[in-house]
């Protein structure tokens, strides 16, 4: 656990808001997970969210592999199938990127249907365990990231973006979400834009999150 920590603080970025500051209690490890890492747990998302598909879809996806040899020039982006193999909501055309998870803390009445005012062109579910017996080594990637919780009772979503997606301006519900919200970053860089709903001077920091970063929010 000592090892943890130390390595934890030495990943912690510098990224500063239009004041200078960091918002009060958020974190960001920008390379918290390596390239094995972050393989194996995009690896596992996927076939998570992919379970959910209907039978053509599953159909075009078995398809696509079996028609088309899949460039590893990208460690996280071969990963990835063209968006008509996956169903999105308000789906563009172009070829899909990212993908995170959130876990945050469990409330039994988070909606069902949160993203929707708020999210374009995405696949997502809620996560009820993460199949460790079928992923060699994704325990102990998952108990790294375990050790991050505030709390033990948690809940988790993935979320997938097609390459038109977006998460559009929202202030969090925190009587949905709970009082922290851990997230990881998998596939290509999107960019968080925080801003303050309630300061009089205007407080926003930008920060890029590559793919096996992750940022807590408090």
Not at 38 to 45: D, K, N, Y
Not at 112 to 125: A, L, P, Q
Not at 196 to 212: K, Q
């Amino acid at each position: 656990m000592a090892h943890l920590s130390k390595r934890f603080a030495t990943l912690t970025s510098n990224v500063r808001s239009s004041n200078g500051l960091l918002p009060d209690g958020f974190t960001f490890f920008p390379r918290f997970f390596d390239t094995h890492e972050r393989q194996l747990l995009l690896t596992a998302a996927l076939s998570q969210l992919d379970a959910t598909e209907n039978i053509r879809v599953r159909r075009l996806q078995i398809d696509y592999r079996a028609r088309n040899t899949i460039s590893d020039s990208d460690p996280d982006e071969h990963l990835f199938l063209p968006d008509c193999c996956y169903s999105f909501h308000e789906v563009g055309t172009q070829s899909t990127t990212p993908l995170c998870f959130q876990v945050s803390t469990d409330h039994s009445n988070f909606p069902k249907g949160h993203y929707d005012n708020v999210i374009r062109d995405y696949r997502e579910m809620r996560l009820t365990s993460w199949p460790e017996s079928e992923f060699r080594g994704l325990t102990p990637v998952l108990d790294r990231l375990r050790a991050l919780y505030p709390s033990k009772n948690t809940q988790t979503h993935l979320l997938h973006l097609a390459s038109s997606g977006e998460i559009l301006p929202h202030i969090d519900n925190i009587s949905a979400s709970g009082k922290w919200i851990l997230g990881v970053s998998l596939g290509s860089t999107r960019i968080l834009r925080m801003e303050s709903p309630t300061s009089a001077v205007s407080e926003r920091f930008d920060i890029p999150l590559p793919s096996g970063s992750v940022y807590l929010q408090r």
